[in-house]
């Protein structure tokens, strides 16, 4: 066996493979047994039917298609292991380039390449904004509004109370085929001025509420709102929406006094500063968690943009083929299939792909493959007794679920335990590689003399936050098979 591989710009390995002459004469036999099993030969067993009569009846276009096949099967796992290609999906055939001596040449997809930049040189000023204490106050203006009480009053609505009320909102200029509905008349509940978090003024748009002031109990009221064309719900971006309101029910909330007795109401809190400092903690924490994340968003995009990545289109496709089934599973529990959705975004299938898909797995791929690399050139890893131990608190923490007693037993239960070994193990390892990765780009701050000529400057990152939904490796789907010959043909020479 001859093999000369050249492998092109987008990770695909161009195998040109050349037999031993008496190859494809041996695998027309092989054929020919093959075609005497399949089909009844009068006279003869099946598999048994000498090489010539088959040959008279079946013909040499048949016993050479089957042939090829048969010898595709067999000699392309063995080339790939020659030529030390290893496939992220199945090769095909790209021309019979002779039959006497069987010549081939395969198209192999490969395995991505990342060639990643120097991402020491790479810096961002990394700076918390810190906890104020009027974030402090507004939690625990969240918490006296949890446990405050609702006295009903008999007058027009003032800021801060809460108001019960039936709101319907509908689409002025809806798009052709779009539902004009966008709230149904249902029952929905507002502190005015959003008196906390949870009871917040931006639904359905911010200072929704504040709208509702001088109102009384039993009176109606209809106006209109214009969302931006850049909102998020691309249903009402850019459309103006008709919003009527009537007012059921006015209430005055009386928020309890803060002080140690209420302190102690909410936790192990001997006072109220022990209560504050346990929210400035958590705050922390997440302010931390949240600038962390948007911070190494930020790093790992420049590093997308400066380092190399090449991979085959099946790799991108096998991408788009994930988001789109994650896509219909999350559609499902909304009660939604995607030709629904579709209809309602007024987009067909394949420009949804090509718009929308293919950017957002694009993006994916490549920050995956990106960290990948990363955590290769790092040495950064994660033991098993490590993973073990995460799984095994999750696991008692979901058996703590009544639900969860149901699928203790049997397949369930073990595939639950491998999604979140799986899921356990993704975390940990994210978790490393961004904590790492901020400690470089955060750390190294590159000062070098000015130069005449060009000189190596640190990389700026913008304050440009994106976000991703995933930071897992690829799943590259490797595979020694290749696509069946479709027509024989003989293009012999020499």
């Not at 993006?363 to 073990?388: C, D, P, Q, Y």
């Not at 304050?463 to 027509?487: C, G, H, L, Y």
Request: glycine share 4%.
């Amino acid at each position: 066996m001859k093999i000369e591989t050249k492998i092109q710009e987008d990770r695909i390995a161009k195998m040109t493979v050349e037999l031993e002459p008496e190859t494809l004469e041996r695998f027309k036999h092989q054929a020919a047994r093959k075609i005497s099993e399949e089909n009844r030969i009068p006279g003869f067993r099946p598999g048994k039917a000498p090489f010539g009569i088959v040959r008279r009846m079946f013909g040499d276009d048949l016993l050479s298609k089957k042939a090829i096949d048969i010898l595709l099967d067999e000699v392309y796992p063995k080339a790939l292991d020659e030529a030390e290609l290893i496939p992220s999906g199945p090769g095909s055939l790209e021309e019979i380039i002779s039959t006497d001596p069987p010549t081939f040449s395969f198209l192999v997809p490969l395995l991505p390449e990342v060639i990643l930049c120097d991402y020491h040189k790479i810096h961002k000023d990394y700076q918390l904004d810190g906890v104020t204490d009027e974030d402090i106050d507004r939690i625990i203006k969240n918490l006296q509004t949890n446990f405050s009480t609702a006295e009903p009053v008999d007058r027009a609505i003032k800021t801060g109370d809460l108001v019960s009320l039936k709101l319907k909102g509908t689409i002025l200029k809806p798009d052709e085929g779009q539902n004009a509905e966008f709230i149904k008349d249902s029952p929905h509940q507002v502190i005015v001025g959003g008196g906390s978090d949870i009871d917040s003024d931006n639904w359905p748009f911010d200072g929704f509420s504040k709208k509702l002031i001088r109102l009384k109990a039993g009176e109606e009221k209809i106006f209109t709102y214009t969302y931006p064309k850049d909102f998020s719900s691309e249903k009402i971006a850019g459309k103006k929406v008709e919003f009527n309101v009537t007012i059921q029910s006015i209430k005055i909330l009386n928020l309890p006094e803060v002080n140690d007795a209420f302190a102690q109401t909410l936790g192990d809190y001997a006072n109220v500063e022990a209560l504050r400092s346990s929210i400035q903690t958590r705050l922390k924490e997440n302010q931390k968690q949240e600038y962390d994340k948007k911070y190494f968003m930020e790093i790992l995009g420049v590093m997308v943009q400066q380092s190399t990545i090449r991979y085959p289109a099946n790799v991108l496709k096998d991408e788009m083929n994930e988001l789109m089934e994650q896509l219909e599973s999350d559609l499902a529990e909304q009660k939604m299939d995607l030709e629904t959705y579709l209809k309602v975004k007024n987009i067909d299938h394949e420009k949804y792909l090509e718009d929308e898909i293919k950017p957002a797995a694009k993006k994916r791929l490549e920050r995956a493959l990106v960290l990948n690399e990363f955590g290769l050139a790092e040495k950064i890893s994660i033991t098993k007794e490590e993973i073990e131990k995460s799984t095994l608190t999750t696991m008692e923490e979901l058996k703590q679920d009544p639900d969860f007693m149901k699928i203790q037993q049997g397949s369930k239960l073990k595939n639950i335990e491998t999604t979140v070994t799986m899921n356990t193990a993704n975390r940990i390892l994210n978790q490393r590689l961004m904590a790492h990765l901020i400690e470089i780009t955060s750390a190294n701050i590159i000062q070098e003399p000015p130069k005449k000529k060009k000189s190596l400057k640190t990389i700026k990152v913008t304050d440009e936050a994106e976000t991703i939904q995933q930071q897992d490796t690829p799943k590259m789907k490797k595979s020694r098979s290749t696509k069946k010959v479709e027509e024989p043909q003989n293009n012999q020479t020499g």
